[in-house]
């Protein structure tokens, strides 16, 4: 049975969700998220652009405005129900680490 989309997310997807708390457009977000993330997490603009048009379908943001190119989006209430669900998912996870391994000393 395949998995429903957007049931996870890919930290891709997270973080670009995240960026759009505040009106950005695509650029925004291609800055945002490696500096958020330390240089952890990076997105390609062909992944990003793509996951953008889905989100919209999927109603999870909004376009709020249009420059000739350049386009602005927002988080919707379902985009932020999504990622409050993956923000839980991941704290589970990680509590559920804790519970087998305990807390981790951090380098």
């Keep these: 049975m395949p998995r429903m989309k957007f049931q996870t997310l890919t930290e891709q997807m997270f973080y670009t969700l995240l960026c759009l708390k505040e009106e950005c457009c695509g650029m925004d ?9 330390g240089q952890r997490v990076t997105i390609g603009s062909g992944t990003l652009y793509t996951l953008l048009e889905q989100f919209a379908e999927a109603g999870m943001i ?3 405005r249009v420059q000739g190119r350049r386009r602005s989006y ?16 991941i704290c589970a996870q990680a509590a559920d680490y804790r519970s087998i391994f305990g807390e981790v000393e951090s380098k």
Excluded at 29 to 37: E, G, K, N, W
């Design 29 to 37: 977000i291609l800055d945002r998220i490696p500096s958020m993330t």
């Design 62 to 64: 909004q376009e709020t």
């Design 74 to 89: 927002i988080l919707t209430d379902a985009g932020r129900q999504a990622l409050e669900r993956e923000y839980r998912r």
